[in-house]
């Protein structure tokens, strides 16, 4: 059970890093861009870490306040409610 949710969140991270990857790309490009509720929800499924590399990695959405502060906030509550919930199931 353990190797599923692992397994689950290195692949949203992943997806997260890319998404934020080609964001940048596209914006660069002036093409279609992936919508911000989108990015969010991928940090809220459990790639927050993925989406807070990418947006410093490719230097994508850091001057959003919103995003500087929402996803390290997103990480945060994710890691405390699994730290909670760790107490109880391991």
Known sequence: ???LLFGYLIILNLCGALAMRADKRRAKAGRWRIPEKTLFLLAI???SLG???GMFH???KTQHLSFRI???VI???QVSLAAFLSRFFF
Do not use: V, W
């Open 58 to 60: 490719y230097r994508h």
């Open 51 to 53: 989406c807070i590399y």
């Open 45 to 47: 499924l459990g790639g």
């Open 75 to 77: 990480l945060f509550a």
């Open 70 to 72: 929402g996803m390290p």
């Open 1 to 3: 059970m353990i190797y």
